[in-house]
């Protein structure tokens, strides 16, 4: 899966778990201020992104995603490498 195909699934999770929709998620937003995200929020976010696409993130791959783009990096590395996505 593409950046781009990413970056709208990452839409549709955003609003499925805040019901606030979201025009574009540029790579620049910060998840919490941009994107007024709290730890809650995060955590189910990051739950409903396991389940997703079956990969697990840890903590420590976690502690630098303060962006939209970082979290879409993070992302493009875990689905190519999932054994799901090679599968597919």
Known sequence: MDRNGLRRELLELLYQDTGQRYEHLEDCVTLREGLGLDSVDLVSLVMQIESRY??????????????????????????VASPAARAA
């Open 54 to 79: 079956q990969i697990r993130l840890d903590s420590k791959e976690l502690q630098s995603v303060e962006k939209v783009g970082d979290l879409l990096d993070l992302l493009e590395r875990k689905v």
